[in-house]
């Protein structure tokens, strides 16, 4: 049986994921294609802290990717240390040196994929990155591939495990996002500077991603518009609730007729809807093409041995083209071509306010003319509490564009009887057909 | 740019709409692959009906198969009539005249498939066929190729569009089984005898599929036992709905220590489980894998664009496969090797009894009996609805071997207290971590 040799760049989360799946299912995988895979070695940067690990026994580990490099026997390259540097000048290298590369480093792809792909086809063979987004989901190659026949028309994400846990712990347990938050830390879902989840950036990372594919144009993370899910409180999700929605953090790439618009932010999701369903550490991709309707990818969005899937799946896939000797062909990501992109203040949506007003007659009525002022029609307005002499309105409005829901804001916050407007956010409708 | 000639074999809802996808989208598949498809010819058996169709203009239509066949010029033929016969002899003459097949007959696959896959390989050319499973949904290739580092531990699908119908609109619209039948016909989602689908033949086919390719062995329909959804009344759906639940018919694929078991029944699936909001005319595939966790792949299950869209999936993937000389590799059920069956009697769950009884004191105290006496614990039991003198009593077990299920059913039947064993039906668990 043909034995394909791999060497493991990083041995954290996902590394042992590789290194555990490997060792778990080898006879299944010996199986179904018909070859044997070996990890040969290790990248680390203290090799001595792993000496004694079970799972990497007959394992050359080094601290040294030169070692790797010079190794003519490597069949296949596994990138699991993430970040930008050195992982991009180790690929690189790889590629150059003819070798074949799995990654599951999202912020090198959402930056860097069109040119790391052409550089793996200039060299005949494989860049593959499908544990880039949405952890175990198989989304980048059923997007590709399955869906290769559809213009897509949009892609609505939940792609950040830290943030789905928040929400869907303030949701489930009543608390509050400061409690949900430090929760998530304490269980390592979230960092100590959890920025770069709560913001949306990394959201916005892999929607860059799944736009790239899913538009076939080279998309990076600058071009998404990005709100995080800061601002959300316990009241704005117990009112969600109470009109039949849950909160969640989405990543929307959406086609319009003169260009495409990406953006990051939280939105009230009906619980009829299959996106409401995705709680916790589950990650879902709804896409809808104009041929196939709409479909949904649903899994587990993080995790070492989900994660290890996906890599895996890439792995094997690779292990076929060298099977083959087809490696540089069917690749994702190859487009560099830029795409116009559609003005995020002409999109409409329904939107959610929550304001806190003084508690005295007249109130309604300059609120209602600001709305009025900005064009914007109200569909539902609830007075939800009163605590001394301020009141708390929640006010729904119909189908409105971006652009006066920000005027009504400023509009707003000037009022003489407004003392703040707590929340602005969006209503998502379940237009399944 | 080089162009792919295809054939179409039959012109029903799939077919046109294979055509609407390729005319529609030209200019996105050249884009995304280099390629153009023209379609050469159809096979219909009134070629005169079909003349003036705007889609078919410069297309050969013609009732002979030879004419197809004899033309040399064709690289794909895609087989969109449905049955058996003669779709079966059209499929083995193309591939053993070195022609690629896409093929989107269940019937054919779920009985053939190995036998069709080792013909298409000796011949080096491709058979595909992931329009046979869930129409629009990208779930053969995924579970084949992406998910190929796992053991798949349970396959469970909704996969039937027609009782997906029937019972949406029971849970939805509050009407009885033979109304929601009578609506589905109406509709044409039902046909005029629908023992097919509502007795869970058709799901049993799409089963034997999946069950095929994800654990790696040849499974026919006549493996898979089956339970149709004609007893679920309206009764049955209300106090599932009370109790959190959505009455779903699910194909269920499970691996065991001993063997694998499979499965058609209807359901309680509670509605915090992503497959209860799978409503209406979408289908979902549940999946669990020893590495991956769960991944769910949801959308629409039938109709002439969504089909086509995994049909021109095929295409378009075998196109690139022509295009790189790689035609007859990578396939999917290729399996010919047989596994061995879990008895079905030994899966537990929890079950719901509706019984109709007389209303007399000692009745509970005969039907306790009745499940001690089998060894079944009760979880939960409730007066429904007391009519004349007659009481309705719904049971709610723990879980509980099939066998033991069996063996109280007959021994309840023949209590004295007992008008009705009205329904049994299995209770569905959210063990998502």
Redesign the interface.
């Given at each position: 049986m043909k034995n394909i040799n791999v060497a493991l760049l990083g041995f954290g989360t996902v590394g042992s994921?590789v290194a555990e799946?490997i060792r778990?299912?080898s006879r299944?995988?010996e199986?179904?294609?018909g070859c044997h895979f070996t990890i040969s070695h290790v990248l680390v940067r203290h090799p001595e802290k792993y000496r004694d690990m079970d799972l990497l026994q007959g394992i050359h580990l080094t601290s040294s990717f030169d070692d790797i490099i010079a190794d003519s026997s490597i069949d296949i390259i596994i990138e699991v240390m993430g970040g930008i540097h050195p992982a991009k000048e180790y690929i690189f290298e790889a590629l150059n040196h003819h070798i074949n590369v799995v990654s599951a480093n999202k912020d090198l792809v959402a930056l860097f994929g069109p040119e790391i792909m052409h550089t793996a086809m200039e060299n005949h063979v494989n860049f593959s990155c499908?544990a880039s987004v949405g952890g175990?989901?198989?989304i980048l190659?059923?997007l590709h591939?399955?869906?290769?026949?559809?213009?897509i028309e949009s892609i609505v994400g939940i792609v950040n495990g830290t943030t789905n846990f928040i929400l869907s712990n303030m949701d489930d347990s009543g608390v509050s996002y400061g409690d949900a938050l430090r929760v998530a830390q304490k269980k390592g879902y979230a960092e100590a500077d959890p920025t770069n989840d709560v913001a949306g950036y990394d959201a916005a990372r892999k929607l860059a991603i799944l736009a790239s594919i899913g538009f076939?144009a080279n998309v990076t993370f600058d071009d998404v518009l990005v709100e995080g899910i800061e601002k959300i409180s316990q009241n704005d999700v117990q009112y969600a609730s109470e009109m039949g929605y849950t909160i969640k953090l989405l990543a929307v790439a959406i086609r319009q007729e003169n260009g495409i618009a990406l953006n990051v932010y939280p939105a009230f999701v009906p619980r009829?809807?299959?996106l409401?369903?995705?709680?916790g550490s589950?990650n879902a991709i709804y896409v809808t093409?104009?041929?196939?309707?709409?479909?949904?990818?649903?899994?587990?969005g993080a995790?070492s041995?989900?994660t290890?899937?996906?890599v895996?799946?890439d792995?094997?896939?690779t292990a076929?083209h060298i099977l083959?000797h087809?490696t540089g062909?069917?690749m994702m990501l190859t487009e560099t071509k830029r795409i116009p992109f559609y003005s995020s203040l002409k999109l409409e949506n329904s939107y959610y306010f929550r304001l806190i007003v003084d508690d005295v007659t007249g109130v309604l009525s300059q609120i209602a003319s600001a709305y009025a002022d900005n064009d914007i029609s109200i569909k539902e307005v609830v007075q939800k509490s009163r605590i001394e002499d301020a009141a708390e309105l929640m006010i729904i409005t119909e189908k409105t564009p971006r652009e006066n829901i920000i005027h009504v804001e400023k509009a707003l916050q000037v009022l003489p009887c407004m003392r703040q407007v707590a929340n602005v956010v969006r209503v998502m409708e379940d237009d399944?057909k």
């Open positions: 994921g799946a778990k299912n299944i995988m199986d179904s294609i499908e175990g989901i198989p190659r059923p591939d399955s869906l290769a026949a559809n213009e076939h009829s809807h299959p409401a369903s995705v709680k589950y093409g104009n041929i196939v309707d709409d479909v949904m990818f649903y899994g587990k995790g041995l989900p290890a899937s996906a895996m799946g792995v094997i896939s076929k083959n087809s062909t069917g399944r």
